[in-house]
């Protein structure tokens, strides 16, 4: 006799509730979570509030959803549903929700060993911080002080680490006592579906300020190009326009010109 696998009725619900998801939603995105702490990924969260659903489901409860949606090719997304990742249902477009998760990082405090992101500087003035062993791990880290009314002020500007250089422990505890966060956090686009074009998209990369840095690259070359071959537009039509001006003002010169005239004549 075949053994009867009982299936809670928990379970059950949240997988009713992801297939369901699954079949109203124009996006589903898979965004990694590794390494986000509780309290700031339910920030994110907030963040994404009216603009997506955020489930964090265990694999083979979305693995269930998924082969139970009717939808044959979101079955192929299965790949990339892990243990350390987040499932967003929504209604924005793939690569715009994508966007979303890019933009709205939550600044977190360093860690002991973690690289430098730029050059980490303790601002001068007034502090929080009360005189006593805080005293001596600023002085250790070489930031001089004095005291001003009770609590500690930083008298001047001191990089306790540069970019790309490891930071230490003690700069690590300093940068967490005065509330300084150098570091930000999201969650990470893995993979997305889009529902309406039935694709799934992997290795999904977005970097706002790179792409906007490649088109201002590319326009640069694109308009002397467009110029040089007289492709006509409301950018280019001035370019063109001075010059023909140009030219033709070139050409007067050589019909002035004596020993162009007498050449002709001969």
């Known amino acids: 006799m075949t053994p009867t696998t009982h299936v809670s009725d928990i379970k059950k619900e949240s997988v009713k509730e992801l297939t369901d998801l699954i079949k109203k939603k124009k996006t589903i995105l898979i965004a990694s ?14 963040k994404l509030r009216g603009k997506a659903i955020v489930k964090v489901p265990k694999k ?17 997304i299965e790949k990339q549903i892990n243990e350390n990742v987040a499932v967003l249902f929504s209604d924005m477009d793939c690569f715009e929700l994508a966007g979303e998760l890019v933009k709205n990082k939550s600044p977190t405090k360093a860690k002991a060993g973690q690289e430098a992101p730029e050059d980490l500087e303790i601002p001068a003035g007034p502090t929080e911080l009360i005189p006593g062993p805080a005293i001596s791990e600023l002085g250790a880290l070489g930031i001089q002080i004095q005291i001003d009314k009770g609590k500690i002020a930083i008298k001047e ?23 300084i966060k150098p570091f930000t ?21 977005i970097d706002r300020e790179k792409a906007i840095a490649n088109l201002k690259t590319a326009f640069g070359k694109s308009l ?16 063109i326009l001075l010059k023909a001006s140009m030219n033709a003002k070139a050409l007067e ?9 007498s050449g002709e004549e001969k």
């Open 185 to 205: 956090i999201s969650l990470v686009p893995v993979a997305g579906y889009d529902a309406n074009d039935k694709k799934v998209y992997v290795n999904i990369e």
């Open 157 to 179: 500007p001191k990089v306790v680490a540069k970019k790309g250089q490891k930071i230490s422990q003690g700069a690590a505890d300093v940068l967490s006592k005065l509330d």
């Open 33 to 46: 979570i590794k390494n986000i702490p509780a309290s700031q990924f339910q920030e994110i969260v907030k």
């Open 60 to 76: 083979n409860l979305m693995i269930r959803a998924l082969e139970t949606s009717g939808d044959e090719h979101v079955k192929k």
């Open 224 to 239: 002397p190009f467009a110029v040089g071959i007289g492709y006509p537009s409301s950018d280019t039509i001035k370019f």
């Open 253 to 261: 010169k050589y019909e002035n010109t004596p020993e162009i005239n």
